[in-house]
């Protein structure tokens, strides 16, 4: 199992992915807002959504985890 990790501190903005979703490496699951930018959040690894742990409108702090991969 791998996890795509949030790389800057902000609120989730919106998640583009749903449990049971194929990701290919380089895909977006989730856009971060900071600072009135909005940041996509790139799956590192290819996989199937196991696990969403955050929503929209959740504050996250680098490195937490915003999604798993089986």
């Known amino acids: 199992m791998s996890a795509v990790e949030a790389h800057i501190t902000g609120t989730v903005w919106k998640i583009e992915c749903a449990v049971g979703d194929e990701i290919e490496e380089g ?4 856009i971060l807002e900071s600072m009135k930018m909005e940041m996509p959040v790139e799956a590192e690894d290819s996989g199937k959504v196991a696990k969403i742990c955050c929503e929209v409108g959740q504050s996250v702090n680098e490195g937490d985890t915003l999604v798993e991969l089986d």
């Not at 895909?27 to 989730?30: L, R």
């Open 27 to 30: 895909d977006t699951v989730a």
